[in-house]
């Protein structure tokens, strides 16, 4: 049996409600490439969908 740490859970919580927003300070262009192409091509918003978040948050645990 594997065990999460309630600190583990709120992080990744934490992380894909960042993620979801937007927040510009976890998707800087330095970041997250796909949000830098997406806005030098005039996407005015870029929408966060699920994948994108869970990419985001193995990408943020990799660093």
């Given at each position: 049996m594997v065990m999460i740490s309630p600190a583990t859970v709120i992080e990744t919580l934490l992380i894909t409600i960042l993620l979801a927003?937007?927040?510009p300070a976890v998707l800087t262009a330095e970041r997250d490439p796909a949000r830098a192409?997406?806005?030098?091509?005039g996407a005015?918003?870029?929408?966060?969908t699920?994948?994108?978040a869970l990419m985001g948050m193995a990408?943020?645990?990799r660093m």
């Open positions: 927003v937007g927040t192409r997406a806005v030098a091509a005015a918003e870029v929408v966060v699920e994948p994108m990408r943020l645990a």
